[in-house]
């Protein structure tokens, strides 16, 4: 059964650079039969994709978010990351992780989701 | 304001059944499969419907999704208390060139 678990800090100040990683556990981020996704739902609102890496490095971004976004990946620690610059409160949010096929474009499986503050 | 477009909640009592509208455009539903999510409270969305009208396993079969044209819809029958939560519809979008979502629809169980 995959697993896959959000980390990193809970309170970014504004200005500063958001940074977590997701660790996928029972099954190989190297397998190269899917894509990994950051996506991140404000309180009481709806979902936003954030963008995607695939194994070989390869990342989409959404436009909206691509000046500010980096999507990495790290084999070695079965993890991927996601850092996203100049924040401000409208960053703040729940963000999750989540895998997608490579023949589909549909989340099956997603991280229980980590909340980020963005505050002074 | 979401790229996909949910009505903001829908009520119906229990063993009846209600349907989650979801519209969109050809370069979204109307060009690529829609994907339904459900997310009860303080949980992670849960892959509900994919490729329009498949079930993941594990999924109750009361849950079905259609298809049709730039829009689709996700019925739920034989209602249960325990299917209140937000349903998500998603779909590609050739023009963002990623994933979009519906702003999500509340549904309560009277």
């Known amino acids: 059964q995959v697993q896959l678990q959000e980390s990193g800090p809970g309170l970014v100040k504004p200005s500063q650079t958001l940074s977590l990683t997701c660790t996928v556990s029972g099954g190989s981020i190297s397998s190269g039969s899917y894509y990994w996704s950051w996506i991140r739902q404000p309180a009481g609102k709806g979902l936003e994709w954030i963008g995607r890496i695939y194994t070989s490095g390869s990342t989409n971004y959404n436009p909206s978010l691509k000046s500010r976004v980096t999507i990495s990946v790290d084999t070695s620690k079965n993890q991927f990351s996601l850092k996203l610059s100049s924040v401000t409160a409208a960053d703040t949010a729940v963000y999750y992780c989540?895998?997608?096929?490579?023949?589909?474009?549909?989340?099956?499986?997603w991280g229980q989701g980590t909340l980020v503050t963005v505050s002074s | 304001q979401s790229v996909l477009t949910q009505p903001p909640s829908v009520s119906e009592a229990p063993r009846q059944r209600v349907t989650i509208s979801c519209s969109g455009s050809?370069?979204?539903?109307?060009?690529?499969?829609v994907n339904w999510y459900q997310q009860l409270p303080g949980k992670a969305p849960k892959l509900l419907i994919y490729?329009?009208?498949l079930l993941p396993s594990g999924v109750s079969d009361r849950f079905s999704g259609s298809k049709s044209g730039t829009s689709a819809s996700l019925a739920i029958s034989g209602l249960q208390s325990e299917d209140e939560a937000d349903y998500y519809c998603a779909a590609w979008d050739d023009r963002l060139n990623g994933p979009v979502f519906g702003g999500g629809t509340k549904l309560t169980v009277l």
């Open positions: 989540a895998r997608a096929p490579m023949n589909g474009d549909y989340f099956d499986y």
């Open positions: 490729y329009d009208d």
């Open positions: 050809s370069s979204n539903i109307g060009n690529n499969a």
